[in-house]
């Protein structure tokens, strides 16, 4: 009982300082604090769209995020969700513009398939690497991002151009390949149901089969498994594989959902928010839907605020870093006091 | 142009292209021998990059604005050791998150002071100093004599490190503390000071691998202006094996590579840019692959250290 009130407490002080953090950085712009607040929470429950627009926001990074968890579970710190759902977008894009004939009941499990597996076979190759050479995964799947960014670049004024305008992005795609709009007007659109449908799979991937208690172990503990018979590479790659394809359906949800055309930009940095949000939601997939929502809000609370108040919108990315740092303190004052306490 | 001059100028521009990784990528070799791993080195070379501008600009001395761009890297480095030594925190995800910090922070301080403008507002950059004499030999006095002020102080660290690393005390106490804290500690060596210490150069090298984008090659600041460069420089430190001149050498090489990229960008092949911007990238992705077989990081690299635990 005494530990779950510590918990709340400690919760209470990490929220109070970081909205100590925002509102400081606020009165240094000079904006009204009452103003600012007033139309960052409009920004947010302000009109049934502007709540819907941050489930539409939500969307890309809870499918990242849990790709990034899956990963986190085996030690596999991929930092590369980014590069990963470009890989998705692309993969998206290219199929549908080859085969614009197929009817939706196979182009829209078509390009779901090859959108994930062109995200896993992204991250496979830092997974390979890992597991089979010991290089380092953080610094390789951030280089691919780049190169994913800039293969896109490439894409859009090449072999992807739409030859009809001069600007560089691909055609419009065939409307097969486009997700249902679930709520028009909103935007929200089936992206967020495969989103929570992959929730549901990978809570039964990550805690009900043998892989994912496989992955965990291997977490916790490579050598111990490799020492009970446990393959700790086929796990550390399967991880890599499934986290890539995850943050490649963020791709796919994008494009078929939201762009229809793959163009440059289609992703304002999800696939390094995904981490902040696979580290907020404690790598559980419950915790990510949440955690997911509440950063989608927080960011688009804060455009709202730029808007109106003139509080630039970086004040996003302040707040999310000072968070990551107040509760990586916290857990580890707790995990002092429970070594302390025995 | 005749060859020996474009030959000329490509291993000057190399160099260049070099110093702000060789910088950062120094300070972190001190940190990881320490065992302290820091991802952060973005951060660093942020603040690095965004103090150093905004005193150049507001005061014109380039003295000052160089002591912010080390006193902004240090702010984030000794935050990173803070947490890492006395929370015992995971340096990784430290690391990450001072990544998002700084790159809010210099954006919204830079957004503030400035507002949105179509002209990036801009100052003077730190000029050339040829040194007398040596500057008017061929070629090498071309590429590596009629540099500016941070290229020969690059230069210098590398000499002084190397010494620092291989002929002092604090050599043997900083790879002792890297790689078996326990023995370092009960040898009498204090593992959380050293590791302060290390964590200190690591912030004053990064902030001026970061001033030099800013008050040396480019003269201005935007969002985002070291667009991984600090991820780089992890790069260069594990090519160049954690040893000064190895990492100085992995620098080049991928300096080399953005100099030869920026060449082809600009000669007007019609081939998309994006091809070659890719092109450093990829360096950095096989030269990662040539060090298969050969990792030597420090035994405690990474790990916190705690005295009451065995």
């Known amino acids: ?342 | 142009m005749e060859p020996i001059v474009v030959v000329t100028t490509f291993f000057a521009a190399s160099i260049r292209m070099a110093i702000p990784l060789a910088l950062a990528g120094l300070g972190e070799s001190i940190s990881e021998k320490s065992g302290l791993l820091n991802i952060g080195v973005e951060a660093i070379m942020l603040c690095g990059a965004f103090f150093s501008f905004m005193v150049v600009f507001s005061t014109g001395s380039f003295f000052l604005g160089i002591l912010a761009g080390m006193l902004g890297g240090l702010s984030m480095s000794m935050l990173h050791a803070f947490l890492s030594i006395r929370f015992k925190a995971n340096q990784t995800i430290v690391g990450l998150a001072q990544n998002f910090l700084a790159l809010g922070l210099t954006s919204f301080l830079f957004l503030m002071s400035f507002g949105q403008t179509t002209t990036l507002p801009s100052t003077r950059v730190l000029g050339d100093l040829p040194i007398p004499l040596l500057s008017s030999i061929p070629f090498i006095g071309q590429v590596l004599f009629s540099q500016n002020l941070f290229v020969y102080l690059t230069l210098g660290c590398m000499v002084l490190a190397h010494i620092c690393f291989y002929k002092t005390d604090f050599g043997v106490a900083l790879h002792a503390v890297g790689e078996h804290p326990i023995a370092a500690d009960t040898a009498g060596l204090q593992v959380h000071t050293i590791r302060y210490i290390a964590a200190l150069f690591n912030g004053i090298l990064g902030g001026l691998g970061g001033a030099y984008l800013t008050i040396v090659k480019l003269g201005f600041f935007q969002e985002n202006i070291t667009a991984g460069k600090g991820y780089i420089a992890l790069v260069a430190v594990i090519l160049g094996k954690r040893t000064p001149f190895g990492i100085l050498g992995a620098a080049l090489v991928i300096g080399g590579a953005e100099a030869l990229q920026i060449r082809l960008q600009t000669a007007g092949t019609g081939i998309p840019s994006q091809l070659f911007a890719m092109f450093p990238y990829l360096m950095t992705i096989a030269a990662l692959l040539l060090t298969i077989g050969s990792a030597n990081d420090p035994a405690a690299l990474g790990i916190p250290y705690d005295r009451d635990k065995r």
């Open chain 1, 1 to 342: 009982m005494k530990r779950r009130d510590d918990e709340w407490v400690s919760l209470l002080v990490v929220t109070g300082a970081t909205l100590l953090v925002a509102f400081g950085l606020i009165a240094l712009v000079g904006s009204n604090l009452m103003v600012a607040a007033s139309s960052f929470l409009r920004g947010i429950f302000g009109s049934s769209y502007a709540m819907s627009e941050v489930l539409v926001r939500a969307t890309p990074l809870m499918l990242a995020a849990l790709g990034v968890s899956i990963g986190f579970k085996t030690g596999f710190t991929n930092l590369g969700a980014e590069g990963q759902l470009y890989m998705g977008a692309i993969a998206i894009t290219a199929t549908a513009l080859v085969f614009p004939g197929l009817p939706p009941i196979v182009m829209i499990p078509l390009v779901i398939l090859v959108g994930f597996a062109a995200g896993g076979a992204w991250a496979l190759i830092p997974g390979f690497l890992k597991a089979r050479f010991s290089i380092s995964e953080v610094i390789m799947t951030i280089m691919l991002n780049y190169v994913a960014i800039n293969l896109v670049g490439i894409l859009v004024r090449t072999s992807l151009k739409d030859p009809a305008y001069p600007y560089p992005m691909s055609p419009i795609l065939p409307e097969s390949a486009n997700f249902m709009q679930m709520l028009p007007p909103t935007r929200i659109h089936a992206g967020l149901v495969m989103a929570l449908l992959m929730v549901i799979a990978v809570h039964l991937l990550v805690f009900r089969s043998r892989l994912g208690f496989e992955m965990r172990a291997v977490g916790l503990n490579g050598r111990a498994c490799l020492c009970s018979g446990i393959q700790v590479n086929r796990a550390t790659i399967l991880s890599a594989i499934a986290g890539g394809g995850l943050a490649g359906l963020a791709g796919v949800s994008e494009i078929a959902g939201l762009h229809h055309r793959l163009i440059e930009g289609i992703s304002p940095g999800f696939g390094y928010v995904a981490i902040i949000v696979a580290l907020l939601g404690k790598n559980h997939p419950v915790g990510i839907v949440f955690a997911s929502i509440g950063i989608a809000a927080l960011q688009i609370g804060s455009m709202a605020m730029q808007r109106t108040a003139g509080v630039p919108t970086s004040i996003a990315s302040i707040v999310m870093g000072a968070l990551i740092l107040f509760l990586v303190i916290r857990d580890s004052r707790q995990s002092i006091a429970i070594l302390e306490g025995v």
